[in-house]
């Protein structure tokens, strides 16, 4: 049987209470579960490509982490780095899942690690792509939060910034630069974001580190060998030391590699997953 196109599925736009906390996945395709973990201060936009090109192959779940995205601006149980690995796998409860692939890109990787780690029965295979090390602390700061501000309060200025970035990738995820943009920048003009923003900045500061040596599922890493917010050295660090991984690099592709080649990784992943 031939597998489904893209465009003949239909995404499922869905919003779960998962102990009391609204989390929104994006929901697409039919097959093996994958959950899909995005950067900071990114949304489940950043794996749209990624997702359309998996979805005929797998069941492609992209999650808005809390505080991001269509997620609750207003948590109940704490910012560290265990506790929302702990969300995602409380998340696959709710959505009947055993198991699962994870693919995680930038802060959303350091979340596949700690899943591995904590919750190694829920973790089928791991692929982190620019991924930050949850070795590491992650030491996000003052400077961030400004730009973050600014952003929401000159969405028009917001956008433009983000349309020159992300502009030449927007067909890669079916958008408009405009489009594309705006998915980055309006979720940060949510009430209360701001106030969240610098909870999480404090949490994820103090988020210790986690040893990546724990790691049993196959692993692999995708390392843009361009980017300038994850050193690829990191990367291949984290391929030397988690066990059974496997590193791959993209010459010329930088930190947003997901957007920039979607579809070298996602043929990447799919053959990874596939066991090829």
Do not use: K
Not at 168 to 193: D, K
Not at 223 to 241: F, T
């Amino acid at each position: 049987m031939t597998a489904p196109t893209a465009a003949a599925l239909v995404p499922v736009d869905r919003t779960l209470d998962v102990d009391g906390e609204a989390l929104h996945v994006m929901d697409l395709g039919a097959g093996p579960p994958i959950l899909m973990l995005h950067g900071f201060p990114g949304n489940a936009i950043a794996w749209r490509p990624v997702q359309e090109r998996l979805a005929p192959h797998f069941r492609t779940l992209a999650l808005d982490a809390v505080g991001f995205g269509g997620s609750t601006r207003h948590p109940v149980h704490p910012l560290d780095g265990a506790t929302y690995a702990t969300r995602a796998v409380r998340l696959m409860d709710e959505l009947g899942l055993a198991r699962a692939h994870v693919v995680g890109t930038s802060w959303g990787g350091s979340l596949g690690q700690r899943m591995a780690i904590h919750h190694p029965e829920r973790v089928d295979r791991l692929v982190l792509v620019a991924s930050v090390d949850a070795g590491e602390r992650l030491m996000l700061g003052r400077p961030d939060l400004l730009t973050l501000r600014v952003a929401a309060m000159v969405p028009w200025l917001a956008r433009g910034v983000a349309g020159r970035f992300l502009g030449r990738y927007a067909n890669e995820a079916g958008l408009t630069g405009g489009e594309l943009a705006s998915a980055y920048v309006e979720p940060l003009r949510r009430p209360g974001t701001a106030e969240f923003l610098a909870r999480f900045v404090a949490a994820t500061r103090a988020t210790g580190p986690d040893d990546g040596t724990r790691i049993t599922a196959e692993t692999l890493v995708i390392s843009p060998l361009r980017d300038r917010i994850v050193a690829p050295s990191v990367q291949a660090s984290l391929a030397e030391r988690i066990p059974h991984a496997r590193l791959v690099t993209i010459p010329g592709a930088g930190h947003t590699v997901q957007l920039e080649r979607a579809g070298e990784v996602a043929r990447l992943v799919r053959e990874f997953l596939a066991g090829s």
